[in-house]
């Protein structure tokens, strides 16, 4: 276990330097940034100053050394466009892409689920369809889409919720919560639900099929013949059977949900992490950009590794296999 | 809007299921919490949003208009500007100039800062060493050589090397900070991207001005609260303000629509008429100061990125004015900028030059054109680059697109490069080698003066840029170099504006650029707010008023 552990994170250090390598070797390519930094008036003795001072005329490779260097030490750098410390930034920002992401995953489950078993069980109902219909909407719009939509039906035709941003924000310690104010809560119902909507597609779908296949076998019919109520063997026996293919999907859907923020805070303004990267792709931002890829690439190896090493836990079979492997 | 809240329930009543009911229940229950919440009545609050960021709150950061507009509404400077342009006192009563080389400011009596501290001259010349010192994108505000002193402690006088008509020109920008709070929350140092820790005046401010900042979340959310102490009569009526970025276009105008803000900028020209026929919003609509206009390099003695090998065509005057020719403006006018941009003969607004409607631009014929073109030497045209930003001006690349239809039509063929304005810049300007045949840029001097155009823009330059910094084209006549020197030090107003006169004339008969229009602003409004458009388009929201 611990051999294993350990080759594990050794892995994922060469996958972050490879991220980091790769991302900085692109950064060459997003432009300029001291014009952005200073005004038109300033000259270019006082550009060239800048330049220099900030590193920029050293060499990708010594620039990237530079980095890795300063990541060891927690050093993200400052953000050329807010003049402020990275990871000040990122913790700033981290709270509301973490809410938005939870309440996504939150909605997905919550509402995919319950769509999943009843269109399993009655598969030929008119409901089933149109549920299926819905869900073939979420799996193929694009994301962008749908949050106009839903902000034009919703902010500006009817009026009821809003169209951009957190709403009134609580610090609580270095985390600003949206979740404890009303205009926070509404303010969250369309992101939640535009970054949430192709995941609880893919949870319906998933329970769906799943459901199907149990309630084809045997046990299934058993109970039947016991004379147990329906709801006991559909939820009790058939939806409890489908769920560990699910919860596995679920898992690590919440990376892709965290990464894939970045669409949906920018349609929403929501002053999330993903909103930040791409301001800092127009404005040449290169450490926050970098920061930004370095923690989304943590992020996938971290769920990675609690997802293979949940496994080596859960499934038996992988532990005898090394057991005899070593004998 | 509380009526607007009570009205989600209703959607969801029909269904007996629990989860709707539950749903409903929190619904309501928002609505009720934020009823409780909402302030009195007698408040108003303004909120408005912008397509990019207010970062720092350091005066002396970012020398870009957005920012010195909403800074302005909390800082103040010794000039103003008001709602023409026009230079008037600010936190400086009177002026002098006493002879040439010395100016003398008599500042206003009775004014404090936010925190209470009183303005005096030693704030001033705080203020002076701050705005040039390492760090400060603001240097150009005052020249290098002038020396501040203080008479007492409301008079201080500038003494110069040269004389400078035009010393004050850019003073309602140059913010005066408190020495004493600056000194006191270790703030003496400019906010800068070299700094390793942010200092305390990047997320706080001290000014003497309309407003005081309440909380700033740079790149989210600022909150500007009415200042009570204001030396001046507030011709606004708000208690509030709250400034939100908003970038996707789409999200900012149904903001607006949704009643969400009152004040957006800038309005995609697609949505214009929507926002226009909506009773609820209005779109105001002026030409701004900025100008747009094409660089032809004249610099080098071989054209980059075209097919002419071994000479330049654009170092003959026939062909700049062959191009010049062949571009149909109004066509620009009416498709591309659907009649907002104001065509332009010079590379400055007219409104900023009182002789600037003197000049008409050559006139659009293809005919005469052609001819220039063989003339040259280039019956059939030749190919080039046109580099252009995508996301810097107002239909910048749909501008480039036109331009190059039009010029295929004298059989000049144009490869449009339209990028993000960020890669634009990192080739265009002196750091990238002005790596560049033919470009699109636009410009609005800081000082809203001549001279700043003569300089940055048709400047003789060196292969650095020293000279003419953002003169892409390398345009350099021996002459206007001469004039703006002349300009730079004339005090006498209607001299000065023949030499200007002089030199722009050369420019137009040359064709160092290619001059298109004045682009429009363009701002969204709610019809509840009555609001000043300024040309420089800095939004001062101390002129706004609100139902």
Known sequence: ?327 | MKLRHDAPALPFAAGPNKDTDMFRSLLLAGSVALMLTASPASAVTFKYAFQGDLKSLDPYTLNESFTQGALGNVYEGLTKRDKDLKIIPGLAEKWEVVDPLKWRFHLRKGVKFADGTPFTADDVLFSLERVRSEGSDFKTRVPADMVGQKVDDHTVEFILKTPNPILHAEWDTWYMLSKSWAEKNNSVAVQAATMQQQSFIARNANGTGAFVIESHEPGVKTVFKKNPNWWNKPEHNLDEVIFTTIKSDATRVAALLSGEVDWIEPVPVQDAQRISSNPATKLLTGAEARTIFLNMDQKRDELLYSNVKGKNPFKDVRVRKALYQAIDIEAIKAKVMRGTSVPSALLIAPSLFSRGGEFKRHPYDVEASKKLLAEAGYPNGFEVALDCPNDRYVNDEAICQAVAAMLARINVKINLRAVPKAQFFARALAAGGYDTSFSLLGWTPGSLDSWNVLLNLAGCRDDKGIGGPFNFGGYCNPKVDALAKQILVETDIKKRDELIFQAFTILHEEVSHLPLHQQSLSWGISSKVSVVQRADNQFLFYWARKE
């Open chain 1, 1 to 327: 276990m611990l051999a294993f552990a350990i080759r594990r994170l050794f892995e994922a250090v060469l996958v972050m330097l490879a991220v980091a390598l790769i991302s900085f070797a692109l950064f060459r390519f997003v432009g300029d940034p001291i014009n952005q930094i200073v005004g038109q008036d300033t000259s270019i003795a006082d550009r060239e100053r800048l330049r220099e001072a900030l590193g920029l005329n050293d060499s990708v490779l010594v620039q990237f050394v530079r980095f890795v260097w300063n990541a060891l030490h927690f050093n993200f750098g400052v953000s050329y466009q807010f003049k402020q410390p990275v990871i000040d930034l990122m913790l700033e920002r981290l709270p509301a892409t973490l809410e938005l992401s939870f309440m996504a995953a939150v909605f997905a489950i919550a509402v995919g689920l319950p769509m999943g078993v009843y269109t399993g069980i009655h598969r030929d109902s008119w409901i089933s369809k149109v549920f299926l219909t819905v869900s073939l909407i979420g799996i193929s719009l694009p994301t962008f889409l749908i949050g106009i939509l839903l902000i034009y039906v919703f902010a500006v035709q009817l009026g009821l919720l809003s169209s951009f941003g957190r709403g009134e924000t609580v610090q609580l310690g270095f985390w600003r919560t949206g979740l404890l104010t009303a205009s926070g809560l509404k303010a969250i119902i369309l992101p939640a639900i535009t970054l949430g909507l192709f995941q609880m597609t893919l949870v319906t779908r998933l329970v769906r099929s799943e459901m199907l296949e149990v309630m084809r076998t045997d046990f299934i019919k058993f109970a039947r013949a016991r004379g147990l109520p329906d709801r006991a063997i559909n939820f009790g026996h058939a939806l409890k059977n489908t769920l560990v293919p699910v919860i596995t999907i679920i898992g690590l859907q919440i990376g892709a949900i965290v990464a894939f923020s970045i669409i949906t805070e920018t349609v929403f303004q929501w002053p999330g992490m993903g909103l930040l990267f791409i301001q800092s792709v127009t404005f040449a931002d290169v450490p926050v950009m970098a920061a930004y890829l370095c923690l989304i690439a943590l992020f996938f190896v971290f769920i990675n590794l609690v997802v293979d090493l949940l496994y080596y836990a859960v499934d038996p079979r992988l532990r005898l296999d090394r057991t005899a492997a070593a004998h």
